[in-house]
């Protein structure tokens, strides 16, 4: 049992460039997450998931894009990565009716 | 929408003592969780404790334990006997269970560091 697996764990891009960062969880979880995380603001939320075929925007989805074609994974697109997405990235799910959320181990995004 | 606030960005203990981490939120849910989430330098998000709305008692998780004050609402951690493992940062966060779009959302965090 792997948990909620992130690829790739570290990523250098250029500014312009596009890139996907793929989440995939094995635990049949319904709802998945995506946020990022910056030095001082704490985690905040992009994109999120109730189920396969659904998305919803978050607290900060401008410049990302998700897709959720498979129940157990969801991805995040950037299309013309900024230098103001270098961040840290977090995946998570959770099961419906439960509260316990569970994370990936982070994606390191670096766009220069 | 719900916030959460957590207004000391560090904080620091000497090993074996007892540090309290503050953390408020504002809500118009009655139905909701609150939870506060360690990650130490490995970036790994783990669960500390979670209470529940409805429950007046306190959660306890052996050295960890929250003065939960719901019409202040209020939510600070209290650890004891610190450990140097504790060293990380702390994130309180809250969840709504109204609707089906409930989001974990997140306080700015908190950095502890327990000094030996």
């Known amino acids: 049992n792997a948990g909620v697996t992130q690829t790739p764990k570290f990523r250098v891009l250029k500014t312009g460039q596009s890139m996907t960062l793929l989440c995939a969880q094995d635990?049949?979880?319904?709802?998945m997450y995506w946020y990022r995380q910056d030095p001082g603001m704490g985690l905040r939320l992009i994109h999120y998931?109730?189920?396969?075929?659904?998305?919803a925007k978050g607290e900060v989805p401008d410049g990302y894009n998700v897709s959720r074609l498979k129940k157990q994974n969801f991805l995040l697109g950037l299309e013309s990565a900024a230098p103001s997405q270098t961040s840290v990235y977090f995946c998570?799910?959770?099961?419906?009716?439960?509260?316990?959320?569970?994370f990936g181990q982070g994606t390191r995004l670096t766009v220069v | 929408a719900q916030t959460v606030t957590q207004s000391q960005p560090e904080m620091s203990v000497q090993e074996a003592e007892t540090v309290t981490l503050s953390c408020t939120y504002d809500?118009?849910?009655?139905?909701?969780?609150l939870f506060w989430y360690k990650q130490p330098p490995s970036r790994q998000m783990i669960l500390v404790i979670r209470?529940?709305?409805?429950?007046?008692q306190n959660a306890t998780e052996n050295r960890f334990s929250v003065n939960f004050q719901k019409a202040a609402k209020s939510f600070s951690l209290k650890i004891s006997d610190s450990q140097l493992g504790d060293t990380a940062m702390y994130f309180c966060?809250?969840?709504?269970?109204?609707?089906?779009?409930?989001?974990?959302?997140f306080g700015k965090g908190i950095t502890l560091s327990v000094r030996p």
């Open positions: 998570a799910s959770r099961p419906g009716g439960r509260t316990e959320a569970f």
């Open positions: 635990m049949n979880h319904e709802y």
């Open positions: 998931s109730v189920g396969e075929g659904t998305t």
């Open positions: 809500t118009s849910e009655n139905n909701y969780y």
């Open positions: 209470q529940e709305a409805y429950k007046q």
């Open positions: 966060a809250f969840m709504s269970l109204t609707g089906a779009n409930s989001k974990l959302t």
